[in-house]
């Protein structure tokens, strides 16, 4: 039995982690689990797998979940300290890292510290914090599984293959929504055209992430860290259809990929009961479909994020922390309507030119530095017109 805390189980990743481990209740258990606001699926989930922890991120949310949990025997917590608890439960043998943005980074790290297994899908913590991460990791001897399905596909190209053999790292992109509107475009696209990705249904955050392509920045930079690759052999390649989900080509001039019916519970098994596979309920591949798939190059015009990101990971040391946390303002912003969509890479831009890059030694440092971005950007965002 593998016992299992969820950070962010009422999130897409969270909800579809549930159904994996509700399908394989041999095998899995959760021992604790986390959630941001929505109470009323938090408490059903609660009822449901019957955790030992559970907390809420904010302390004034903890009297009302107290009382919705009446009669249950579980320990409700609130606050950092509380997902914390949760994520070094004694119990835990691995910890589902699937809180969403730069506030995933504290209970990851002591998770780490805690000396569990992590199963990452939170990509903010690499973005923001690699180095010390994967320092962390390798200190406190952990294994560290990639849930995002693009490192994912990577991590299972590689497996049986030498690091040094790798000539280039392929991560595939479908593009998202806007990939055949014109540049001139963008400027009105609504939060509603954005928030319709055409093959994945995700949080709101990534969902944005990927019109813009800063999701693809952020993998990039995410899989510099996770497979210790130079930046300049991760490549992106577009492909809309999203069956491919990455591929490794080695000196030799072999590709090796991985394909899939897009559904991320497929992943997600994977990093769960890794080195084994199990039934997910994913729809079967159908073959048929492959002489329909393309591939192209992105246009780093009209997506300036995915250059961006480029950009921080080549400055390095703090500048893709604050470019990270520019750029939840910015989601945040724009889907409350008072920035427009081309308007969230404007205001990352302005906010990394105003910054002057220097070195990140702990994890307090790259809070400091997310921090710092956030004001910035938030700055900046006041004084748009819109
Ligand atoms: P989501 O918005 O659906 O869920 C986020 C979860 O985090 C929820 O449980 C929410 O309550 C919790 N949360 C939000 N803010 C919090 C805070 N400040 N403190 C504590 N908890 C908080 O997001 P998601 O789509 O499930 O994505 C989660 C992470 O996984 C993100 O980093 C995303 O980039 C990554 N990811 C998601 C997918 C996907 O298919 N959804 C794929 C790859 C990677
Ligand atoms: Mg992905």
Redesign the pocket.
Same mark, same amino acid.
């Given at each position: 039995m593998k016992n299992i805390t969820i950070l +962010?189980? #009422?999130?897409? $990743? +969270?909800v579809s982690t549930l159904e994996i481990v509700s399908a394989h209740s041999d095998r899995f258990r959760v021992v604790a689990m #986390? =959630?941001? &606001?929505?109470l009323e699926l938090f408490v059903r989930q609660i009822k449901q797998f019957m955790p030992r922890i559970a907390a809420v991120?904010s302390h004034t949310d903890v009297p009302r979940l107290k009382e919705m949990c009446s009669g249950l025997d579980v320990t409700i917590l609130g606050g950092v300290e509380g997902?914390i608890a949760a994520a070094t439960a004694d119990e835990t043998d691995m910890v589902v890292a =699937?809180? %969403?943005?730069a =506030?995933?980074l504290v209970p990851t790290a002591a998770a780490i510290r805690a000396r569990k297994d992590i199963a990452l =899908?939170? &990509?903010?913590t690499l973005v923001t914090a690699g180095h010390l991460f994967m320092d962390l990791v390798e200190e406190f001897g952990v294994r560290l599984f990639p %849930?995002?399905?693009e490192h994912s596909a990577i991590f299972q190209s590689i497996e049986g293959h030498r690091c040094e053999d790798i000539h280039k790292i392929i991560l595939t992109a479908s593009g998202g929504p806007f990939l055949n509107t014109p540049a001139t475009q963008l400027s009105n696209v609504t939060v509603r055209d954005a928030l319709n990705h055409p093959n994945?249904n995700? +949080? &709101?955050? $990534?969902t944005i992430d990927s019109a813009t392509m800063m999701n693809k920045g952020l993998e990039v930079i995410e899989a510099r860290w996770l497979f210790n690759t130079p930046v300049e052999k991760i490549g992106v390649n577009i492909h809309p259809q999203s069956i491919i989900h990455s591929m490794v080509e080695y000196v030799d001039g072999c590709v090796i990929a991985q394909l899939g019916t897009p559904d991320?519970k497929a992943p997600i098994a994977y990093a769960l009961a890794y080195p084994e596979r199990i039934a997910t309920g994913v729809k079967p591949l159908d073959l048929t479909i492959l002489s329909g798939l393309t591939f192209f190059n992105p246009d780093h015009d009209k997506f300036r994020c995915l250059e961006l990101a480029y950009r921080a990971i080549a400055s390095g040391e703090s500048m893709p922390a604050v470019m990270n946390a520019a750029n939840e303002i910015a989601v945040t912003e724009f889907l409350e309507g008072r920035i427009g969509f081309t308007q969230i890479a404007e205001t990352i831009e302005r906010t990394m030119d105003a910054h002057t890059a220097h070195k990140l030694k702990s994890i307090e440092e790259v809070l400091k530095a997310d921090l710092w971005g956030r004001e910035s950007a938030r700055e900046i965002c006041r004084e748009m017109v819109y």
């Open positions: +962010g189980s #009422t999130g897409s $990743i +969270g #986390t =959630a941001g &606001k929505n991120a997902l =699937a809180i %969403v943005g =506030a995933g =899908a939170n &990509k903010e %849930v995002d399905s994945w995700m +949080g &709101k955050k $990534i991320m």
